[in-house]
């Protein structure tokens, strides 16, 4: 995939697509040092979801996850003119992957 996306006017060199949702599509990004998550909101019709404001309700869901102290990804910027989300690559499987497997740390 040769793309490039940017982010507050820094550009990512997109690598993959890592999954779509029903409110963005989720990239693997690269600034040549460094590996990120680059979530483009988009507007696609949703049959069973009624949105409003997509990328603040992603700023505000975020805070309020963090604040009760969920372990996620940082969220390191966010583009509200272009409604994108760059945030920390960790690399390894998903939640979704470990979810499949049996393998989620239920001792919170």
């Not at 982010?7 to 990512?12: I, L, P, S």
């Not at 990328?55 to 966010?78: C, F, H, N, S, W």
């Amino acid at each position: 995939m040769d793309r490039k996306m940017t982010v507050n006017d820094k550009e990512y060199q997109i690598l993959k697509l890592l999954g779509k949702g029903k409110g963005g599509y989720s990239y693997l990004a690269g600034d040549g040092s460094r590996k990120y998550v680059l979530k483009q909101i988009h507007h696609e019709p949703c049959e069973y979801y009624q949105f409003g404001d997509k990328i603040q309700a992603e700023l505000r869901d975020y805070e309020k996850l963090r604040k009760i102290g969920i372990k996620m990804p940082v969220m390191l910027e966010a583009d509200t003119e272009k409604e994108r989300i760059l945030k920390e690559f960790i690399e390894g499987d998903t939640i979704y992957e470990l979810v499949l497997r049996d393998q989620i740390n239920r001792s919170i």
